[in-house]
């Protein structure tokens, strides 16, 4: 038989308020999300990014119990998307597709509607999908050390086939003339198959671009590849060296997608989107479909996706300024 109340002791029952107290807020806390969350990624549909986060979102609709959204929303410097982000309310319902476009921006643009890093709260990385350096498969440069070799004695002749100026190609290309020491002509193209028809037709010596989609022009023989830019060689052009490995000291460039929310949100309900990330990178569905673009799936922690964004904007900064690249 239970004692009166008016007979227990004081410190039973102020522990008894304080749990009934609590509870309201634990309930609360345990109710997320309670509705569709919003996955906005800055690119149009069909690009690395997009695929990525259309990869994701139903392994993490599972683990969350509702579903997952893509919202597509391109711009220059991914401006448009991150604002929304940035201005939405910091529930967790609404995520944003970050990329290294992010730390190429914090230095393109003199000024931004959002502070790259305390706006947004780091979720988790997602993955790493590196660079490759193209030659025609006619190319008289049958190993990324001729051609460096070319470079030095004849200053100014070798031209390199990159995107738009400010994209993650062009300014791996600028790092790559000043790693290694050469004097060359970057040349940049409007869109990427503009820089595929120019290797294919011979009009440029090297080409930078992201790995995934040339695989296809590697395997039908269109191209050659080089070198790869990440700090290990690509698991599906093993044959391929790095950067490194072909001679160029201390380079490495990777691009990257993660995912982040509007800064302020609760760090329980941070904790549940990154458990949902873990879970989704380690379903053999997404596996296989990001591999086959050549992903290397890597989720970690909040602090970890923070540490590599602010290292990027540090890093990206340097090459921008050496390039001489005035911001917007």
């Known amino acids: 038989m239970s004692a009166p109340l ?144 070319f470079a030095r004695a004849q200053p100014g002749k070798l031209n390199i086939a990159t995107i738009a100026v400010g994209s993650t190609q062009h300014l791996a290309a600028e790092l790559f003339k000043t790693s290694a020491g050469i004097d060359a002509l970057v040349v940049p193209y409007k869109t990427s198959p503009a820089v595929v028809s120019a290797l294919r037709a011979g009009d440029v010596d090297l080409g930078f671009e992201i790995v995934g989609p040339m695989l296809g022009q590697v395997s039908g023989g269109a191209v050659r590849a080089l070198a790869v830019t990440g700090e290990e060689r690509h698991p599906l052009l093993s044959d391929v060296p790095t950067v490194q490995q072909a001679g160029v000291a201390r380079y490495a460039v990777s691009s990257w997608n993660a995912l982040a929310v509007p800064a302020g949100t609760p760090p329980a309900v941070i904790e549940q989107l990154n458990r949902a990330v873990r879970d989704a990178v380690a379903t053999p569905e997404v596996r296989d479909k990001l591999g086959k673009l050549g992903l290397r799936l890597s989720a970690g922690t909040p602090d970890e996706l923070g540490a590599l964004l602010a290292s990027e904007i540090a890093r990206w900064r340097e090459v921008i300024r050496a390039a001489k690249i005035e911001p917007e």
């Open 6 to 149: 008016h007979r227990l002791p004081r410190r039973t029952l102020l522990l008894g308020g304080m749990a009934l107290a609590a509870a309201p807020t634990l309930r609360a806390q345990s109710a997320f999300p309670t509705r569709a969350l919003t996955l906005v990624v800055p690119f149009a549909p069909g690009g690395i990014a997009d695929l990525t986060a259309r990869a994701v979102a139903e392994p993490m609709a599972r683990t969350l119990g509702q579903a997952v959204v893509v919202d597509n929303r391109p711009s220059a410097g991914s401006i448009v998307a991150s604002q929304f982000v940035a201005q939405a309310k910091a529930d967790g319902h609404t995520l944003l597709m970050v990329t290294n476009s992010h730390a190429l921006s914090a230095s393109l643009f003199r000024k931004l509607p959002y502070d790259t890093v305390k706006d947004f709260a780091p979720v988790s990385l997602i993955g790493r999908f590196d660079l490759g350096l193209f030659v025609p498969a006619s190319s008289r440069f049958k190993t990324l050390a001729e051609a460096l070799a």
